[in-house]
């Protein structure tokens, strides 16, 4: 396994490297970095060009300069990186430039990737599952839709229609009758197509979660929680049981006696945990509480399904770990909510509250305050990430109900039903993880598509990151800022494509064995 | 769709077999794709959309042939000419000339109730110059674009890929390495790169294009040459003296074309969406010429105040892309030889129909032949 990933790993990097090579040539040819200063009446404008030629050894032909790149490249294996300066931007060292604008594209598409690979794939398994329902067929057609939509289109859309209409609505938030009616019907239909079943099911399941859908609506209306959301206690006690109820389904049912007593307290632990959490998210500062509590909540979640697993430790404790780690969530989204007034208060008054420029409030970023700034970026993300989602989503989707309905076909599904397994057992267990292996190898393929749909999203939403590197590189013949763009997503690439390799390895053991 | 591929019990299958055999006895291979494809509602429809929008584009505001496509005043200094060999169309306006402004702020002419197109039933933009020539300009060269990419990918995709899977050895190590460095570097920042130093041209700008989309139908062209490869009327044909170009060409190729066709769509359709893309960016079709990225990216600025600027174009894009998405389905239906029939016969409308008789007792959906699986 190690072998294969290793030999991936080192075709991959001689392959950047040609890549490298012919883009450098490439953006070199593709203009004149001076033209500027050589039209310039200012008498200085001679002495600069000479200047600048002699810094980018403009007298070199294109060549020979990507081989002094590449040992400026080079260098940061002895720890003195050298991606040299940005003619675009006042001569700042490349590096520096990275340094400002990797994280918010990092997040940016690390998010979009994993939601549009979560809900992507959840989608596509239930419509595998009711093959041929009004369900199936809708999504089918929206997943031809969403393939068909350009990105940038889909995300002026977002900034001017989304986020003004709801920043107008949180200005006045009442909800009108009809859109709770609407939104009842549909989360109705798509509960009660997934669950299916006989008619009495389907009835049963469309009234229990479009009036369940309906009435939090209402009670969050008539409570007006949307001037100032907050979790609370309350929230998260319902959104951990909430969490704890989907693992348990998916993963043993609610027929297995441990595992529910195991997801029980550890639900039950995590909110009577949430009491001194406060504190210690309080007290310390830093994101790395997240990763503590995380741990604490994992380790608890094993313990508790050691101690009360039976016969079946290892299932229960899995699960029990899983409901855990997500119990994370609504603690940190609980921490980012007590800030909310504290938020408002500071974003400027032009904007709303969902923000539609860069990617984070300038102002916000100089208060030393972790949880103040994830929402800050939350607020900020959240457009671009749905934008730059919803074209992954399409394909995950296709892919992974396809994906199922080929592995449910096989026979040794078949075999699985014969011999008695539950159908949760057949699909989650048996069907399920091979359903998975051609997924793996998607994650790389669409990686790309995620990079060129960042470059756009990030250009919409005037965010000052990796996507502007490029923009304004190429567009000002600034070789050494696209380059520095190109190093770091032809890193990511290589990181996503070693990612899917080892999802691929663990998940089909022939390649294990090999 | 291949992924249509229904869940069968094993009776079912040799009934379904059997009709099908029934349904193609003595029909030629094309008349049974084209049946197939004329099955298919949404392609069909798709097909006859498509050429409305392509022979709307062209014969309305005309084209222009050959030329830079640079404004220059005519001679007589009033009007502003476009270089090239122009052909007019039956719209009066052009898509370079200012006009009149003619309602407030330039809406949009157009109204439902009397029904009438008016003057400008786009609106105009800022400057006076009518959109919907605009964007039926924009359409035609984004079509031009797609186009071109499609028939230059095609052939460079199919004949790289035909050689690496026939001869495989080295010639398959290198062509396969070039299609690793093309693949790697995102689609869209090579097309930028390219788009940057052409400078704006809509033909160079395909041609360009075109030499850089071929690897995904070179590797699926590759996987089936390998695997026909091995058949028996491979060996029949060399036994009988035939040339490797022969054989490539004249006995292999015509077997992959099913891959070929289906695959050439669904790149046009990607296509369409990277040049608006690149040309949103900056990187592709450039002022003066009009695509209908650009067209968006020029007024995007205006949403606010001219929403009609930005509607139109982009509703252009996706009627465009989403034709051709469901022409490649048709097409994937029609060519894949697993295809049953039973469940495509259900349209979208009449599925949704069942679901709602779900729920008059005595209808119940999940009863026909294909639902094995989610039957609990």
Redesign the interface.
């Known amino acids: 396994m190690l072998t294969f990933v290793a030999r991936r790993l080192v ?2 990097l001689l ?2 490297l ?2 490298s090579f ?2 450098y040539v ?2 070199a ?3 004149d970095p001076l033209r500027e200063l050589r039209g310039s009446r200012d008498p200085s404008a001679q002495d600069q060009i000479a200047y600048l030629s002699g810094l980018l050894n403009l007298d070199q032909p294109p060549v020979l300069r990507y081989f002094s790149w590449l040992g400026g490249v080079g260098a940061c294996f002895i720890g003195q990186c050298d991606l040299g300066i940005s003619v675009a931007r006042g001569q700042q060292p490349v590096i520096e430039a990275i340094g400002g604008a990797l994280g918010s594209t990092l997040q940016l598409v690390l998010a979009a990737t994993i939601l549009a690979i979560v809900i992507g794939v959840a989608i596509g398994m239930t419509t ?11 999504v ?2 929206l997943t ?2 969403f ?7 889909v995300a ?2 977002l900034k ?1 229609f989304g986020a003004i209409q709801f920043n107008s609505f949180l200005g006045d938030p009442v909800i009108p009758w009809w859109s709770i009616l609407i939104i009842g019907l549909v989360m109705g239909f798509i509960g009660s ?1 997934i669950v ?4 009495r099911t ?2 049963i399941s469309f009234v229990s979660v479009g009036g369940g859908i309906a009435a939090l609506l209402i009670l969050l209306d008539v409570t007006r929680w949307f001037e100032s959301p907050s979790i609370g206690f309350v929230g998260i006690a319902l959104m951990s049981v909430a969490t704890g109820a989907v693992v348990l389904f998916t993963s043993t049912g609610f027929h297995n006696r441990r595992a529910l007593l195991a997801v029980g307290i550890i639900v039950v632990l995590t909110v009577i945990l949430s009491w001194p959490f406060q504190f210690l998210f309080y007290y310390v500062n830093s994101p790395w509480t997240v990763l503590l509590v995380l741990a604490i909540l994992v380790g608890l979640g094993l313990l508790v399904g050691f101690f009360v697993g039976g016969d079946g430790k290892a299932v229960v404790a899995r699960t029990a770990a899983i409901v855990g780690g997500l119990g994370v969530l609504p603690l940190v989204l609980d921490q980012m909510f007590i800030r909310w007034d504290e938020y408002v208060a500071r974003i400027p008054l032009s904007n709303g509250v969902i923000a539609t420029i860069g990617a984070s409030t300038p102002a916000i970023r100089r208060v030393d305050d972790t949880w103040l700034n994830m929402l800050d970026s939350l607020t900020h993300m959240l457009l671009p990430t749905i934008a730059l989602m919803i074209i992954s989503l399409a394909a995950y989707t ?1 892919y992974a ?3 199922l ?2 592995v ?2 096989q026979d040794y599904v078949r075999t699985a039903r014969a011999k008695g397994l539950g ?1 949760r057992t057949v699909v989650m267990r048996h069907a399920f993880r091979n359903a998975m292996i051609p997924i793996a190898t998607i994650i790389a393929l669409d ?3 995620v ?2 749909g960042a ?2 999203t990030e ?2 939403f005037a965010w000052q990151a990796m996507g502007s590197l ?2 304004e590189g ?2 000002r ?1 600034d070789v050494n800022l ?1 380059m520095g763009f ?1 190093l770091v ?2 890193i990511l ?1 290589v990181i996503f494509n070693v990612i899917a390799d080892l999802l691929y390895s663990a998940l089909d053991p022939r390649i294990r064995v090999s | 769709m291949t992924d249509k591929k229904p869940v069968v019990d094993e009776q079912s299958v040799g009934q379904e077999l059997s009709i099908e055999q029934r349904a193609t006895v003595g029909l030629s291979q094309g008349a049974i794709v084209r049946r197939r494809f004329l099955q298919h509602r949404g392609a069909v429809v798709s097909v006859f959309v498509l050429l409305f929008l392509v022979l709307l584009a062209f014969t309305s505001v005309g084209t222009v042939i050959g030329g830079t496509g640079k404004l220059t005043p005519d001679p007589s200094g009033t009007r502003l000419i476009v270089d090239g060999f122009r052909i007019p169309g039956w719209w009066g306006y052009t898509w370079w000339e200012r006009y009149d402004i003619m309602l407030p702020g330039g809406a949009p002419t157009f109204t439902w109730w009397p029904f009438s197109f008016g003057e400008h039933p786009f609106g105009q933009d800022n400057t006076g110059k009518d959109v919907f020539a605009r964007v039926m300009r924009g359409m035609q060269q984004s079509l031009n674009v797609v186009f071109i990419v499609g028939i230059i990918s095609t052939v460079i995709g199919v004949v790289l890929g035909a050689l690496a899977g026939y001869y495989r050895g080295w010639v398959d190590q290198v062509i396969m390495r070039i299609t690793d460095v093309i693949i790697i570097v995102p689609l869209l920042i090579l097309g930028a790169v390219l788009g940057q130093t052409i400078g704006g041209d809509a033909f160079l700008l395909a041609v360009m294009i075109g030499l850089i989309a071929w690897t995904g139908m070179a590797r699926l062209v590759r996987a089936e040459f390998l695997s026909l490869r091995e058949r028996e009327f491979v060996d029949a044909a060399r036994v009988a003296g035939a040339s490797d170009f022969r054989i490539i060409f004249r006995h292999i190729l015509p077997n992959t074309v099913g891959v070929i066709v289906v695959s050439a769509t669904l790149l046009m359709s990607a296509v369409i969406l990277l040049e608006t893309s690149l040309s949103f960016l900056g990187f592709g079709i450039t002022d003066p010429d009009i695509s209908l990225g650009q067209i968006i990216s020029q007024y995007n600025e205006a949403f606010k105040t001219r929403p009609w600027l930005f509607w139109w174009p982009g509703l252009f894009i996706v009627v465009i892309a989403l034709c051709i998405n469901f022409i490649g389905d048709g097409l994937r239906d029609a060519f894949d030889p697993r295809q049953k029939r039973v469940p495509r016969q259900r349209s979208l409308g009449s599925e949704i129909g069942t679901f709602f008789k779900a729920y008059v007792p005595g209808a119940r959906p999940g009863a026909r032949p294909g639902d094995g699986t989610s039957n609990k």
Do not use: C, K
């Open positions: 075709a991959t392959v950047l040609v890549a012919i883009v490439l953006t040819n593709s203009g595998a599952l009711r093959q041929y329902s009004g369900y199936d067929y809708v089918t057609f031809f839709v393939y068909s939509l350009p990105i940038f289109w002026v859309l001017e197509s299916g079943g006989e008619l389907r009835v296709r109900r396809a994906s309905l080929d449910m076909n159908e990686f790309g598509a990079i060129g470059v756009i250009r919409v490029f923009n190429l567009h013949i696209v190109f997503t032809g690439a």
